[in-house]
Structure formats: C-alpha cells, structure tokens
C-alpha cells in the first residue's frame, strides 16, 4: 500500500537517464528531457516505489489528487512517459504493466541520498514562443535535423516536403527547437491544419506572433511585426491554403527584414521566390535478406521505431532473429513512412508480428489493384489507415469519424461532448480516446496542465470520409456548432472573472473551433441563429487575440442575417460589436457614429445602462475626434448622469476623464485637472476582459496622460515628466501595445517636446513610430510621422522635417482627425518661417487659429497668438513692433486667465524680447523675474533657462 506522505527519493539514475526530484527533471545524458507535469509526477511516484506494483487507482490519487479523472487520461500519460524513455528501445524496458494491477519501474536504478553537488542540466531555451514540444528522440533523423538547421540558418527560407504521415512536422519542430537559441524575439509556430478558408491564413500567422489585426490589410502589420527582429516563423500543414501561404510567405520573406526565417511544412512546394526545397525521405529499411538477424535489422530506422512502438503497447516485446525478416518486409512494404509504421506497430499486441503481416498482406493486395495512378506512399497510407480503420471496434470507428468535425487541437471534454450515440458514456467515449491514441490514429500533447488531443491532417480527411459516408456530418456539424456556441458562452462568464491573460491562455485554443463552426452555421446548408450566438460569443477571443479586422467581418456577416424577429438585446450587441471594430480599424468615420447611435438607442429602449455607457463614449470619442468640444462635453454630461445610476463607481471615475479631458482642450485647466485628478485617485483598474473591453483603452492610464499635460501647462514641470516616465513603464509593464500607443501620443511626445528634451523625445518618438508599425494602423502611424517631421525641425533638418510634416498633415486631414492639428499645423508655420517661407508659414498659422476659435480649442490659443507676434516682428513692416506686442500681450493674458504657467512664461519671454530691443529692460525685469520665482524646482527647465538667459542679456531670437 502507498501511503500519501512516502519519503521522496534522491537524485536518481538509469541507463542514460538522471532524474533529480528537487528540481523536478529529467535528464538524458546531462540534456534535460521535455515532460509534461504530469508525467513527471508518474515517474516520481513511479520511482520512488521502484520494484513495486503500483495500482492505477493510487497512481491517479497521487497524480490528481484533488481532480476525478478516468483511468484512460492515465494510460495517455503513461504512454507519453514510455514514449520519452524510449521504452523498449535497444531491450531496455522501464515501465511494465501488470495486467490488472497496475504499473512497475523494472529498470535497475542507482540512488543518490545526499544532495547532488554536480550542476544541473541546463533547461529549455528561454526563447519565448508558442513551439509544440520536441520529441526526446526522432528515429532515423539523426543527421537530418542538424542538416535542415544548418540550411535554414544560411537560405532563411526552407520548406520541408514529402507526403502525408512521413514525419515533416516532427522534424520541423525539432529543427525550430534547435536554433531556438539564435531567434532573440521567438519563435512562432501556426498550425494550419485547422484552417479551411484561406482568408484566415494572415489571422492565424498573426495570432501565433501575437500581432493585432486592426486592419483590412494584414500585411503590413505582419511585415511591420517581423521587420527589425531575430525570429523563427514556422508554417505548418501548408497543402490545403498553399495559395494564400505562397503569396504570404514571399511577401514576408521579401520585406519582412533579414532576421525573419521561415520554415513550412508542405507536401508540395510553395514555388515562391527565396523558397529552399528539402524533400523528406522515408525511413530506411533493410533490404530483403532471408538471414536477417535482430541485430542487423535493428541498425535501421524503420524498423526501430517499429520495435520501439510496439514495445510501448506490448510489454516485454522485443525483436528476435526469427522476425527480423518479416517485420523488416513490413517496414519495406509501409514505405517507410513513418506514421504507418508507427500504426501498424501499435497493432501487434492483438495480432502478433505473424498475423500483422498476413493481414496486412491481403489488404495491401485488395487495396493497391487498380490504383496505379495514385502517388504509391499516398497509397500506402490510405490503405494503412482503411485497414486499420477496419481492425477497430464499431464504437471506436465511431468515435474517430465524429471526432473529425472538431478543428484543431482538443479536449477530452470536447469529445465527449461531440460523439453522438446511444451507447455513448463519457466512460467509454474517454477509453475510446486512450486507445485511438495508443493505436496512433490520434495525437495527444501532455506537457500542459490539461491535456489536448488532435487529428493529424491525414487521419482527419480519412476520418471526414467515414463521417460523410456514414450520413451524419450534417448532424455532427450542427452538433459541433451548438457545442462551441455554448463552450463560449461559459467561456465569456469565466471572462467576467478572470484575470485576462489567464483567461485568454485557458480559451485562445478555442478560436479554431469557433471558426469552423461559423463557417458551418453562415454557411446554405448552416444555421444563421446559432451563428448569431457564436459571433456574439466569439467577441471576446477576437478582443483579446486582436483580431479586430476578423471580428468585424463576422459581425458584419451575423448582422446581415438577423432581422427584426430577433430580440433587440441581440441587436444591440452586434452593432456595439461593430462600431468597436470599425472604431479600431478605420477609425471616426460616420459609419462608427451610426453604430454607436444605434447602440445607444437600443440600450436606450431597453435600459440597458451598460451598453448605454459604451456607446456614449463611442459618441463622445467621435465628438472629440471631430473637434466639435461642446457636443462632446454634453455626451460626457450625458455619460456622468447614467454612470450616477449604476453601483460601480468606476463608470463615474470615467465620466470625470471624460469631462476633465474637454475642459482640458477648451482652456479650462484648473476645472479639467480637479475631474481628472478625482478620476485617477478614485479609479481601480479592471483585470477582466468583459471590463477591459467596455471602452477599448486603459482608462486610468489615459486620465494620467492628461494630468501630465495639465501639470506641464501650470508650471508643475517636475511632476509632469515623472508623470511622464511612470505612466510610459506603466504602459509598458503591461504589454499593451494599444494604450502604449496613446500614452506616447497623448502625453509622452508632447511633453518632451514641450519641454525641448530632445534625447527624451528622441527615445519616445522612435518607440511610437516602431509600435504604431508592428500593428499598421494609420492612425498612429500619422501621429509618428508628425512627431517624427518635428523633431528634425528642431534637430536642424529642416527640408526633411518640413516634407514629413506637410505629408502628415495632408494624411491627418484625410481622415478628419481634429485633435492636436492646430499643434502641428503651427509647428509646420515655425519651420516654414525658419526655411524664410514667411507668406506659407503666416497662412498656416491663420488656418491654426480660426479651427482653434471656430471649434473653441482654447488651450493653445495663446502659443498661436505668441507666434503671431513673433511672426509680425519677421515681417519687418511698419507697424511690426506694436502689432507683435498686440499679439503677444493677447496670449499673456489668455495665458493667465487659463492660469497655464507655460504658455505665459513664454508669452512673457517673447514680450520681454520685444521690449528689450526698446530699452525697456526694467519692463521686462519686472515682468520675467516673478514668472522664474513661480517656476520654483523647474528651473532647470528650458524655457526656464531660456527667460533667466534672457535677464542676463544671453538669449537668441527665436529664430536667429
């Protein structure tokens, strides 16, 4: 009997294996062995009865000790671990199954007590990526895996090709694992398999880079996502989209910078420029010999994973001289393909090597008569797996054709949940499941906490073909749709209380099935109700894998299929669901604001103060976009009342950014910073999805880009670049791209170059335009290019600075982007002044200043009234230095009345200037002096250093 408190053994070893408990770790000759947890925890209990049998049900009660699990999630786990051992290779046999017991650890094992003082083998590669684990050892490829990494280091491009089951992405995997080391920015694995709309192909090469799609055309943020970084791109299972991975992987592979590899697995070519070719052998079997002995065909790789196969289903199996011939026939006849040998292998605990033989003989005859024009190891894998097809029990024939609906990867409780029966128990489903893993006709991943299974792209066609010959893919299609509608339905529950990076690492697996089931439910034969729900239900995974420009494709698709029979809580949803993709992807256009309105009137009718609160500042982001500040005050109004009626104070908190951010641009400083600063000291930062996505961005990292901009214009200087520098770690810390964005624009950029710290904005600008790259969305990009045009100005490069600056605003313009363009627009007059375009740049500034007063953006109005003064002086005309002094005495006192510190000590400096040149310096003391004392610690501030060089008589012009 095994008691729950046994003594924990000490480091371990045997044969080539060392096993050290502390650490949890297997190694096999000093290189750590990669095993999921679970199969760690078997060989450690297994291990510390060594010798002893220990029953299945206290192995499970070790191992799971607080979970129900059926005895067939055991068998997996088991036969992963003998997989990993190489159970049954070269004689050696650790685990044994004792036939209605349980399991024993039979290798001879040497013991360590004391702690081990030798070094512990290095893990595996820190290198971030989403890669399948290798296997711990690859029969036959040896040589090859080296070779294909050596390749793909030099050409950058290498597509491995060969015929279904030979073993291309086994090989592949184990090639990214190997030059893991030289990829600095990951590795990224995309499982085609699943895909069955071509369209996708760019979605599911973004989700695997963690890339958002936040526009209809994927590749430039793809490109923008590879360019400039050390990263493995692995495309695998590429024959059923080959047209939309070629032209994907050219393009990739052309402009995607030259740290991008790719590596895909085909059975055809790509035929694509920079594309490598390496054609995958089979493995090799002896030739025919009638004298074959064990050991001779032992030196041969067909026939060693055959034996190590069947070690693993056969305890005690080993090759001897009287076999040698025949199973060495068998691995001739199966091709060498590998996924063959491996199922023909699993059969021999029920038939022996003899009978296998001779069964598979007369299938093989009956099978390949009248099939010449077929490729011949195409032939053999299909009547391999008809045969064997043939060999399985009717329930589980059943169970393999049903589970060939799902896409992807899977759980047990996916299948259970699929297979249609009568008979059907989840007992039975699950030892379904074990057995068709053990047969290898179903591929099971055990290295995470729940395991999942899978189809290999050969046994699902096969699997599909049994499935519509049966006449049931109808019913299973259905069934799988109304499955999934109801996975993501719990799915968005847990989304309402999960932390979301753990919720999207729980679902993300999800996003295949919810394809495949749209695809069915939209489809003419499909069910356009149930794929209504699975849009509305799929919402959350497209937020939190950015797939923005696919979501509002199917929202789209599901609001073109409803009419007014369904409910208008529905209704409601799909066009909140719409204006946010449309608000992401192409911006403030009026088709935003309808979705928003008619949102807002469904909620409206139905009192829905959730969905009235989203759409109201849908309205009031498009408002403000549009500079029309007054409209966009009463929305926030609007927001701040409904918010008032709902117990969460956060809704208030955000009303207060709202209002505190227009105060802000009409002029209201002291007003905006007192909503702003309530907003930030009250607001608690949601960790869920469903909370993230209710008004797209970080809200309180948003209210804090204010507040910094605020602090700067009162003169706190200080405090509004620690502001800065937090809130940017902040965004940071986060990983969020989005707010990183808008943190860079709103308050980063402009701050720094207010403050003219040019290594500052220098760092914060090439930071927005890389990120604003990787994603392609205009709109930052725009922003970039801005700022980028200002900083050569005020670099020195005045033609390049200009050029970016007048291409920019043209782009801004464009899509009627009013926010921060005057600011631009009269950076661009101060460039075309110093370039001596002095009619242009005047132009500039007077369209500056009647869209501030047109649209009551005060809050810059006096720097542009500052510039008309020093504008006038340029001018040189007859009347230059009272109208200068006009103007300027204007932005002072705008400046004071907003109570906006810096723009008065600039005005103040620009007057002083003026008067100065009047002998009036005793003015322009009295002026000055009091402004530098209320700067306080910001003195060390340029502007500062500016007005105290201007007192000592230093100072230049400002355009000197």
Same mark, same amino acid.
């Given at each position: 009997?095994?008691?729950?408190?046994?003594?924990?053994?000490?480091?371990?070893?045997?044969?080539?294996?060392?096993?050290?408990?502390?650490?949890?770790?297997?190694?096999?000759?000093?290189?750590?062995?990669?095993?999921?947890?679970?199969?760690?925890?078997?060989?450690?209990?297994?291990?510390?009865?060594?010798?002893?049998?220990?029953?299945?049900?206290?192995?499970?009660?070790?191992?799971?000790?607080?979970?129900?699990?059926?005895?067939?999630?055991?068998?997996?786990?088991?036969?992963?671990?003998?997989?990993?051992? @190489?159970?049954?290779?070269?004689?050696?046999?650790?685990?044994?199954?004792?036939?209605?017991?349980?399991?024993?650890?039979?290798?001879?094992?040497?013991?360590?007590?004391?702690?081990?003082?030798?070094?512990?083998?290095?893990?595996?590669?820190?290198?971030?990526?989403?890669?399948?684990?290798?296997?711990?050892?690859?029969?036959?490829?040896?040589?090859?895996?080296?070779?294909?990494?050596?390749?793909?280091?030099?050409?950058?491009?290498?597509?491995?090709?060969?015929?279904?089951?030979? @073993?291309?992405?086994?090989?592949?995997?184990?090639?990214?694992?190997?030059?893991?080391?030289?990829?600095?920015?990951?590795? &990224?694995?995309?499982?085609?398999?699943?895909?069955?709309?071509?369209?996708?192909?760019?979605?599911?090469?973004?989700?695997?880079?963690?890339?958002?799609?936040?526009?209809?055309?994927?590749?430039?943020?793809?490109?923008?996502?590879?360019?400039?970084?050390?990263?493995?791109?692995?495309?695998?299972? &590429?024959?059923?989209?080959?047209?939309?991975?070629?032209?994907?992987?050219?393009?990739?592979?052309?402009?995607?910078? =030259?740290?991008?590899?790719?590596?895909?697995?085909?059975?055809?070519?790509?035929?694509?420029?920079?594309?490598? !070719?390496?054609?995958?052998?089979?493995?090799?079997?002896?030739?025919?010999?009638?004298?074959?002995?064990?050991?001779?065909?032992?030196?041969?790789?067909?026939?060693?994973?055959?034996?190590?196969?069947?070690?693993?289903?056969?305890?005690?199996?080993?090759?001897?001289?009287?076999?040698?011939?025949?199973?060495?026939?068998?691995?001739?006849?199966?091709?060498?393909?590998?996924?063959?040998?491996?199922?023909?292998?699993?059969?021999?605990?029920?038939?022996?090597?003899?009978?296998?033989?001779?069964?598979?003989?007369?299938?093989?005859?009956?099978?390949?008569?009248?099939?010449?024009?077929?490729?011949?190891?195409?032939?053999?894998?299909?009547?391999?797996?008809?045969?064997?097809?043939?060999?399985?029990?009717?329930?589980?024939?059943?169970?393999?054709?049903?589970?060939?609906?799902?896409?992807?990867?899977?759980?047990?409780?996916?299948?259970?949940?699929?297979?249609?029966?009568?008979?059907?128990?989840?007992?039975?489903?699950?030892?379904?499941?074990?057995?068709?893993?053990?047969?290898?006709?179903?591929?099971?991943?055990?290295?995470?906490?729940?395991?999942?299974?899978?189809?290999?792209?050969?046994?699902?066609?096969?699997?599909?073909?049994?499935?519509?010959?049966?006449?049931?893919?109808?019913?299973?299609?259905?069934?799988?749709?109304?499955?999934?509608?109801?996975?993501?339905?719990?799915?968005?529950?847990?989304?309402?209380?999960?932390?979301?990076?753990?919720?999207?690492?729980?679902?993300?697996?999800?996003?295949?099935?919810?394809?495949?089931?749209? =695809?069915?439910?939209?489809?003419?034969?499909?069910?356009?109700?149930?794929?209504?729900?699975?849009?509305?239900?799929?919402?959350?995974?497209?937020?939190?894998?950015?797939?923005?420009?696919?979501?509002?494709?199917?929202?789209?698709?599901?609001?073109?299929?409803?009419?007014?029979?369904?409910?208008?809580?529905?209704?409601?949803?799909?066009?909140?669901?719409?204006?946010?993709?449309?608000?992401? !992807?192409?911006?403030?256009?009026?088709?935003?604001?309808?979705?928003?309105?008619?949102?807002?009137?469904?909620?409206?009718?139905?009192?829905?103060?959730?969905?009235?609160?989203?759409?109201?500042?849908?309205?009031?982001?498009?408002?403000?976009?549009?500079?029309?500040?007054?409209?966009?005050?009463?929305?926030?109004?609007?927001?701040?009342?409904?918010?008032?009626?709902?117990?969460?104070?956060?809704?208030?908190?955000?009303?207060?950014?709202?209002?505190?951010? !227009?105060?802000?641009?009409?002029?209201?400083?002291?007003?905006?910073?007192?909503?702003?600063?309530?907003?930030?000291?009250?607001?608690?930062?949601?960790?869920?999805?469903?909370? !993230?996505?209710?008004?797209?961005?970080?809200?309180?990292?948003?209210?804090? &880009?204010?507040?910094?901009?605020?602090?700067?214009?009162?003169?706190?200087?200080?405090?509004?670049?620690?502001?800065?520098?937090?809130?940017?770690?902040? %965004?940071?810390?986060?990983?969020?791209?989005?707010?990183?964005?808008?943190?860079?624009?709103?308050?980063?950029?402009?701050?720094?170059?207010?403050?003219?710290?040019?290594?500052?904005?220098?760092?914060?600008?090439?930071?927005?335009?890389?990120?604003?790259?990787?994603?392609?969305?205009?709109?930052?990009?725009?922003?970039?290019?801005?700022? %980028?045009?200002?900083?050569?100005?005020?670099?020195?490069?005045?033609?390049?600075?200009?050029?970016?600056?007048?291409?920019?605003?043209?782009?801004?313009?464009?899509?009627?982007?009013?926010?921060?363009?005057?600011?631009?627009?009269?950076?661009?007059?101060?460039?075309?002044?110093? %370039?001596?375009?002095?009619?242009?740049?005047?132009?500039?500034?007077?369209?500056?200043?009647?869209?501030?007063?047109?649209?009551?953006?005060?809050?810059?109005?006096?720097?542009?009234?500052?510039?008309?003064?020093?504008?006038?002086?340029?001018?040189?005309?007859?009347?230059?230095?009272?109208?200068?002094?006009?103007?300027?005495?204007?932005?002072?006192?705008?400046?004071?009345?907003?109570?906006?510190?810096?723009?008065?000590?600039?005005?103040?400096?620009?007057?002083?200037?003026?008067?100065?040149?009047?002998?009036?310096?005793?003015?322009?003391?009295?002026?000055?002096?009091?402004?530098?004392?209320? &700067?306080?610690?910001?003195?060390?501030?340029?502007?500062?250093?500016?007005?105290?060089?201007?007192?000592?008589?230093?100072?230049?012009?400002?355009?000197?």
């Amino acid at each position: 009997m095994i008691e729950q408190d046994a003594p924990s053994v000490g480091q371990v070893r045997f044969g080539p294996f060392t096993y050290l408990p502390a650490q949890q770790l297997l190694a096999e000759n000093g290189t750590v062995v990669n095993l999921g947890s679970r199969a760690r925890a078997i060989l450690f209990v297994l291990l510390e009865h060594h010798g002893e049998v220990v029953t299945k049900a206290q192995l499970i009660q070790r191992v799971w000790p607080e979970t129900f699990v059926e005895e067939a999630n055991l068998r997996v786990h088991i036969a992963a671990l003998r997989r990993a051992l @190489g159970d049954g290779q070269e004689g050696r046999r650790y685990i044994v199954n004792i036939s209605g017991r349980g399991y024993s650890f039979v290798f001879p094992v040497e013991r360590e007590d004391a702690p081990p003082t030798r070094e512990t083998p290095p893990g595996p590669s820190p290198v971030p990526s989403n890669l399948p684990p290798a296997l711990s050892r690859i029969v036959g490829r040896a040589a090859t895996v080296p070779y294909i990494a050596s390749l793909l280091r030099e050409q950058r491009f290498v597509s491995l090709v060969g015929p279904g089951g030979i @073993g291309k992405s086994t090989v592949a995997i184990a090639v990214a694992h190997e030059t893991a080391p030289g990829f600095s920015d990951g590795i &990224c694995f995309v499982d085609l398999s699943a895909l069955s709309d071509p369209q996708l192909v760019p979605a599911a090469v973004a989700a695997a880079l963690g890339v958002g799609l936040l526009t209809e055309a994927p590749m430039q943020s793809l490109i923008a996502a590879t360019r400039s970084r050390r990263r493995l791109l692995l495309l695998d299972s &590429c024959e059923h989209v080959i047209d939309a991975v070629s032209t994907l992987a050219e393009e990739l592979f052309a402009k995607g910078g =030259e740290g991008l590899h790719i590596l895909a697995t085909t059975r055809e070519p790509l035929r694509v420029r920079g594309e490598r !070719i390496h054609r995958l052998s089979s493995l090799d079997a002896p030739p025919p010999s009638e004298h074959l002995t064990s050991a001779e065909a032992l030196q041969y790789p067909a026939v060693q994973l055959f034996v190590e196969r069947a070690a693993a289903t056969l305890n005690g199996f080993r090759l001897i001289d009287s076999e040698a011939s025949v199973v060495a026939d068998l691995c001739r006849r199966l091709d060498g393909i590998a996924l063959a040998i491996e199922i023909a292998a699993g059969r021999v605990e029920s038939l022996g090597v003899a009978g296998l033989a001779s069964r598979l003989d007369d299938r093989f005859r009956l099978q390949l008569q009248g099939r010449r024009t077929a490729l011949r190891r195409h032939q053999t894998l299909s009547t391999l797996l008809d045969w064997s097809y043939t060999l399985l029990p009717p329930f589980e024939q059943l169970v393999l054709r049903q589970l060939a609906v799902l896409a992807g990867n899977f759980t047990v409780d996916d299948a259970m949940a699929i297979v249609a029966d009568d008979e059907a128990t989840d007992e039975k489903v699950v030892n379904a499941l074990a057995n068709l893993v053990e047969k290898s006709l179903i591929a099971a991943d055990v290295h995470g906490s729940q395991a999942r299974y899978r189809l290999l792209d050969m046994t699902r066609a096969y699997a599909a073909l049994k499935l519509a010959e049966s006449g049931k893919l109808e019913l299973l299609r259905r069934r799988h749709a109304e499955i999934f509608r109801d996975t993501l339905d719990r799915a968005a529950l847990a989304w309402a209380v999960q932390p979301a990076p753990e919720w999207t690492r729980d679902h993300r697996h999800l996003i295949d099935n919810a394809r495949a089931a749209l =695809e069915w439910a939209f489809s003419p034969g499909g069910d356009p109700e149930i794929g209504v729900a699975l849009t509305l239900g799929t919402v959350p995974l497209w937020f939190q894998l950015q797939l923005i420009a696919e979501a509002h494709g199917q929202v789209r698709m599901a609001l073109a299929r409803i009419d007014s029979s369904h409910c208008d809580w529905v209704q409601m949803r799909l066009q909140a669901a719409l204006a946010w993709s449309l608000m992401q !992807i192409r911006g403030q256009v009026e088709e935003t604001r309808v979705a928003w309105q008619r949102t807002l009137d469904l909620a409206e009718s139905l009192d829905d103060t959730d969905y009235q609160l989203r759409a109201l500042w849908g309205l009031w982001s498009y408002r403000l976009n549009r500079s029309q500040f007054h409209e966009a005050l009463d929305l926030a109004h609007h927001f701040a009342d409904v918010a008032a009626r709902r117990s969460d104070l956060n809704d208030s908190h955000i009303g207060h950014r709202m209002i505190g951010y !227009i105060l802000h641009l009409l002029g209201r400083q002291a007003e905006a910073r007192q909503h702003i600063e309530r907003m930030v000291n009250g607001y608690v930062v949601p960790v869920t999805g469903d909370q !993230i996505i209710r008004f797209v961005f970080e809200q309180k990292v948003l209210a804090r &880009c204010f507040l910094a901009r605020i602090l700067w214009l009162q003169g706190s200087f200080d405090a509004a670049m620690a502001e800065v520098d937090d809130i940017v770690a902040v %965004a940071e810390a986060a990983d969020d791209r989005l707010s990183l964005c808008q943190v860079l624009v709103q308050a980063a950029c402009p701050v720094a170059l207010f403050a003219d710290d040019m290594p500052r904005a220098r760092r914060f600008i090439t930071r927005l335009v890389d990120e604003s790259a990787r994603d392609g969305i205009e709109f930052w990009q725009v922003w970039g290019q801005c700022f %980028a045009g200002v900083m050569a100005v005020r670099e020195g490069n005045l033609p390049s600075g200009i050029k970016h600056l007048g291409d920019a605003l043209g782009r801004l313009r464009s899509i009627a982007y009013g926010v921060y363009y005057s600011v631009f627009l009269a950076e661009y007059a101060q460039a075309l002044a110093k %370039a001596n375009e002095l009619e242009r740049a005047n132009t500039c500034l007077a369209e500056a200043l009647t869209r501030s007063e047109e649209n009551e953006e005060r809050w810059f109005v006096p720097e542009l009234r500052r510039l008309s003064g020093e504008f006038a002086l340029l001018a040189n005309g007859p009347d230059a230095a009272d109208e200068a002094e006009r103007h300027v005495t204007q932005a002072l006192e705008m400046a004071r009345e907003q109570q906006a510190l810096f723009w008065e000590i600039k005005a103040a400096i620009s007057l002083a200037r003026l008067w100065q040149t009047q002998g009036r310096a005793a003015e322009a003391e009295a002026l000055l002096s009091p402004l530098i004392h209320r &700067c306080g610690s910001g003195g060390d501030q340029a502007v500062v250093r500016e007005a105290t060089e201007l007192l000592s008589g230093t100072a230049r012009g400002l355009f000197a």
